[in-house]
């Protein structure tokens, strides 16, 4: 069930008669969970973690419970659950036992963003949050560079400046949105392009929301210092023509030759 992303006025009258039937209710966060009730009036209900270190634990938790005809409910702390939150194994387990799963459809930061930013909402493709390594976060990239689809993901302050670079270097100087604080007081939507806008982080707080736009008409191509930089780091690893493609993956308008080529040339 979709529970508000932080104004209490988004949850809908059929999220309040199920919080309000459910015998368990599995939540990430117990306390904000708790809290959310008793903002809401309803007191009384059980409340037991589900998270990504015990998710296998509380499917037999819940499977046992709704066996005996009890209602359970599954809630994010902001949002709509299983888009970046644990309970995709809950729900295909109730599936794998032929027990009704009902979804309770509400807020979802993902969707509000691509409401308000006026860049293209479809296709679209949710990338939930970043890997950690960089490594990992510009293959991601990489793999959807191509794709004629917005991304969307979830960061975090400390990690936001780092992403967007990462962006920039494997998709080009595309328009972005950074979808901050929706729904609550200071709600802001931040427009730049990536390559040439700078985010100043010290007003920025919490996780985001961030949009970045589909390639655009005109061919872009990595910048000869981005590609000079990746010789340097596979080169000493990899056989020349190796390095090469692996380099030609993870650039764009550069084929395996050129950039053979540029190695050859940049050798002492």
Same mark, same amino acid.
């Given at each position: ?10 949850? @809908? ?11 368990? *209710?599995?939540?990430? &966060? ?11 009036? *309803? @007191? #009384? ?18 499977? &046992? ?5 009890? &209602?359970?409910?599954?809630? @994010?702390?902001? #949002? ?38 006026? *860049? ?10 970043l890997p950690r390594k960089r490594g990992e976060v510009e293959d991601l990239f990489a793999a959807w560079r ?25 998709? #080009? ?39 970045i736009g589909p390639p655009g008409k005109n061919t872009w191509k990595t910048h000869p210092d981005r590609v ?18 692996? *380099? ?17 040339? @940049?050798?002492?």
């Amino acid at each position: 069930m979709a529970t508000p992303l932080g104004n209490l006025g988004d949850i @809908s009258p059929r999220a309040i008669s199920a919080l309000k039937q459910s015998g368990l *209710i599995l939540a990430e &966060d117990t306390r904000r969970a708790g809290m959310l009730l008793a903002k809401l009036g *309803i @007191s #009384g209900q059980k409340f037991a973690s589900l998270h990504e270190h015990n998710e296998e634990q509380r499917v037999r938790l819940a499977l &046992d419970i709704v066996r005996q005809g009890i &209602d359970c409910c599954l809630i @994010s702390d902001a #949002g709509t659950p299983l888009l970046a939150d644990p309970g995709y194994r809950l729900v295909r387990a109730f599936r794998r036992e032929g027990l009704p799963v009902i979804p309770v459809p509400g807020p979802c930061a993902a969707t509000a963003a691509l409401m308000a930013c006026g *860049i293209p909402p479809y296709p679209f493709t949710f990338l939930g949050f970043l890997p950690r390594k960089r490594g990992e976060v510009e293959d991601l990239f990489a793999a959807w560079r191509e794709a004629q689809t917005t991304l969307v993901f979830f960061e975090r302050k400390n990690r936001l400046t780092s992403s967007l670079n990462t962006a920039f270097a494997q998709l #080009g100087p595309r328009e972005f949105c950074l979808a901050r604080e929706m729904t609550k007081r200071y709600e802001e939507f931040i427009f730049g392009i990536l390559g040439e806008t700078e985010i100043p982080q010290e007003s920025l707080l919490g996780e985001m929301t961030v949009v970045i736009g589909p390639p655009g008409k005109n061919t872009w191509k990595t910048h000869p210092d981005r590609v000079h930089d990746l010789i340097g780091r596979h080169s000493r690893e990899l056989k020349p023509r190796q390095a090469a493609s692996l *380099i030609q993956k993870k650039t764009t308008g550069w084929s395996s030759k050129e950039i053979y080529d540029l190695m050859i040339k @940049s050798e002492p």
